[in-house]
């Protein structure tokens, strides 16, 4: 199995930028895909964002494409999400996903996860 730890998240104003990072460890990174996904209070987990296990091919959720960007470094079994423009809309815990099965944008596809890292984005 794998352990992933979010971290980055914070607080910054409508407009800003964060970019968070997911820290892998134990089996070998590369034969994960993943992603990463948001909740807000009361809501459901939502899918933002998905990489291929070797980085060659992103998905992104319609209401972030164009403003966050997710990439991997398989050297430093690190995925990261840049946030830019970000919305108070954004606000929510983000959580990192790892997965063996087809690329997928529902969280039953991801077999680990950490623990969330809190984005806040005040107007």
């Known amino acids: 199995q794998v352990q992933v730890v979010e971290s980055g998240g914070g607080l910054v104003q409508a407009g800003g930028s964060l970019r968070l990072s997911c820290a892998a460890s134990g089996r070998t990174f590369t034969i994960y895909h993943m992603a990463w996904f948001r909740q807000a209070p009361g809501k459901d987990r939502d899918f933002v964002a998905a990489?291929?296990?070797?980085?060659?091919?992103?998905y992104y959720a319609d209401s972030v494409k164009g403003r966050f960007t997710i990439s991997r470094d398989n050297a430093k079994n690190t995925v990261y999400l840049q946030m830019n423009s970000l919305k108070p809309e954004d606000t929510a815990v983000y959580y990192c996903?790892?997965?063996?099965?087809?690329?997928?944008?529902?969280?039953?596809?991801?077999?680990?996860w950490g623990q969330g890292t809190q984005v806040t984005v005040s107007s």
């Open positions: 990489i291929t296990r070797d980085g060659g091919r992103t």
């Open positions: 996903a790892a997965g063996v099965s087809a690329l997928s944008d529902h969280p039953a596809g991801y077999d680990y």
